[in-house]
Each structure stands twice: as structure tokens, then as C-alpha cells.
């Protein structure tokens, strides 16, 4: 096992590994730290929750962690943690419901929440982002990768972004909300980042696979169908002002310049 990953299916003595990953002074920036800021790991292999609890507070986080989705999801609405990191295979109540129920809650849909798969779950990482997840990373990771997107995700929630318009379509991106002629539409996570990504490059055709490494987060091509099922989910739900989603046939999407 080289020194940029870590096998979380496969268990290793954790004091080599604490020694083989722990974190040098000169690998952060304290000016970049965690600042006191709490996450919640949700993660059922001890191995792996405590080697990114060590990582964590070396960064200058707080963290807490469950063993299983039940009580992940009870600490999580009692703790009302700035971040979670969470597993997809827990007992007792998977990382995909665990997600699902706390992005459907507006008690703690703001909560940002990276997702830990394995490679062979493609299909519920897809869903995990359905559901609103905001990233994810594949077993076997790098616990410095692991803090270096935690700090990313941050800092995204922390710069005020102004509101979009285009035509009737209005997007407020701090309270997550879509209008049309000032009637809300309610989206899902990935429909609001899909008309977000096209909002902000109007006028541009955006090609399949730049949308699914934009949106979806997929570096690797995949089934593109994804992208025009939701585009087509997208424009019902926007209703007449969706027709200004325009079809390049052979290259992908663009949402229409007024």
C-alpha cells in the first residue's frame, strides 16, 4: 500500500497506519485551518473512522462519529454538525436513506454531506447525489484528498453568491430556491446544480460529458442518457420557460441567451 491511499475494506494494524498517514506540519496551510468546525463521521469500520477523526483534528477539527445509519442520523439532528463525511454501507439504515432523510429535512438540509463508496456502488453514488449529497470519494482514498474537499466544500457554502436571472427564471443560490415569474419551482439537488451550470454559462453549448464532471461530479464517462433524463425533467418542471434549454444535437445543451 503506497502513501497517497488507504484500503478502507481492507483492515491494516492502525498504529502503522496512524504513523504512515499522519499529517506534516507542512501540509496545511494554518491560515486554511478547520477552524474549531464539527464533523460527523458516519462510518461503521473503526480503521477507517478513527484514521479520519486522527486527520481531522490535525487539520483543526472537532469530530464525532457513529458506527452505524440509526444513530448517525439521531446524531446528526441533535449535534447539527458543519459537515458530514458518510459511508453508504452502514447497518441498521443505509448511507443512502441516512442521506435521503436529511437533505429531505430542512432542520438539516444545508448540511453538507461527502459520500465514502466503494468502487463496484457507481449506481448508489448516482443516487446519493440524487439525493443531494455533495461529493464523494472511492475507496481506496487519501485522508489528506478527504480533508482537501471537506475544505473545498466549505469554502463554496461561505462565498455569497449573487442571484442568477435569465428571463423569467430566477435562481437565489443562498436560500437554494428556483422562480419562475416570481412563482417558486421546486427542484432536486441535481436539477437545481444542472440549471445553475447552464444558467451561468448561457449561451455556451455545454457538451454531456463536461456536464457530468460539473454536476455530477464524474471524472470517468458513463451512460450520458443520465444527463438528458434530467434535462428533460428539468424543462417539465420549469414548464414554458424551460423551453429556453436548447438541444445541440451531437454535443449537448445550452440554455438560450435572451
Not at 95 to 114: F, N
Not at 139 to 154: D, M
Amino acid at each position: 500500500m503506497d502513501d497517497v491511499s488507504f484500503a478502507g475494506v481492507h483492515r491494516t494494524n492502525l498504529a502503522a497506519t496512524k504513523t504512515r498517514y499522519s499529517i506534516s506540519k507542512t501540509d496545511f496551510n494554518p491560515m486554511d485551518a478547520g477552524s474549531g468546525r464539527k464533523i460527523l463521521i458516519i462510518e461503521d469500520e473503526s480503521d477507517v473512522a478513527d484514521l479520519l477523526a486522527l486527520n481531522l483534528r490535525k487539520a483543526g477539527f472537532n469530530t464525532s462519529s457513529a458506527a452505524d445509519g440509526a444513530s448517525g442520523l439521531q446524531k446528526a439532528r441533535d449535534s447539527r454538525p458543519d459537515f458530514i463525511i458518510l459511508d453508504l454501507m452502514l447497518p441498521k439504515m443505509s448511507g443512502l436513506d441516512v442521506c435521503r432523510i436529511l437533505k429531505g429535512d430542512g432542520a438539516t438540509s444545508h448540511i453538507p454531506i461527502l459520500m465514502l463508496t466503494a468502487k463496484a456502488e457507481e449506481i448508489d453514488r448516482i443516487v446519493g447525489l440524487e439525493f443531494g449529497a455533495d461529493d464523494y470519494v472511492t475507496k481506496p482514498f487519501s485522508p489528506r484528498e478527504v480533508t482537501l474537499r471537506i475544505r473545498a466544500i466549505l469554502r463554496r457554502g461561505e462565498k455569497p453568491e449573487e442571484t442568477l436571472q435569465a428571463g423569467p427564471i430566477s435562481i437565489d443560490p443562498a436560500r437554494h430556491q428556483v422562480r419562475i415569474n416570481g412563482k417558486r419551482v421546486h427542484l432536486t439537488s441535481l436539477e437545481f446544480k444542472l440549471l445553475r451550470t447552464l444558467l451561468q454559462r448561457r449561451g455556451r453549448v455545454q457538451e454531456r460529458d463536461k456536464l457530468l464532471n460539473d454536476v455530477w461530479g464524474y471524472e470517468s464517462v458513463i451512460d450520458t442518457r443520465t444527463v438528458d433524463t434530467h434535462v428533460r425533467r428539468l424543462r417539465e418542471k420549469l414548464g414554458k420557460a424551460g423551453d429556453a434549454i436548447e438541444t445541440v444535437r451531437g454535443f449537448g445543451y445550452r440554455l438560450r441567451e435572451e
